[in-house]
């Protein structure tokens, strides 16, 4: 059984921070690409950033600057620091790993979402 769990959400002014984490955890025997995502009421889910194993990175424009994608491979933990946050980043956000399990098998999982609110 493998699990993501986020943490770090909450109720924040503009112009303030916030960093995000997501554990995995289980019979883990090893994570490759993580990614967040955000999903704001009424609208799809996008993908915000991309790290892969070796923590390449790659950053949606409109956060480009602004959010920050990393991750600690010896705790199999994802983060995302988020400066200079606008009330358009108000959404629920959500990790989302391709980890091989004990089996070996590569499969793709997603955390139960933490929910930000950037108020004005």
């Known amino acids: 059984q493998v699990q993501l769990v986020e943490s770090g959400g909450g109720l924040v002014q503009a112009g303030e921070s916030l960093t995000l984490s997501c554990a995995a955890s289980g019979h883990i025997l090893g994570v490759n690409d993580m990614r967040w995502y955000r999903q704001a009421p009424g609208k799809q889910r996008d993908v915000l950033a991309t790290i892969t194993d070796s923590s390449t990175t790659n950053h949606l424009d409109s956060v480009k600057g602004r959010f920050t994608i990393s991750r600690d491979n010896a705790k199999n933990t994802l983060y995302l620091q988020m400066n200079s946050l606008k009330p358009e980043d108000t959404a629920v956000y959500y990790c989302?790993?391709?980890?091989?399990?004990?089996?070996?098998?590569?499969?793709?999982?997603w955390g139960q979402g933490t929910q930000v609110t950037v108020s004005s």
């Open positions: 989302n790993a391709d980890v091989v399990n004990m089996f070996g098998v590569l499969r793709n999982y």
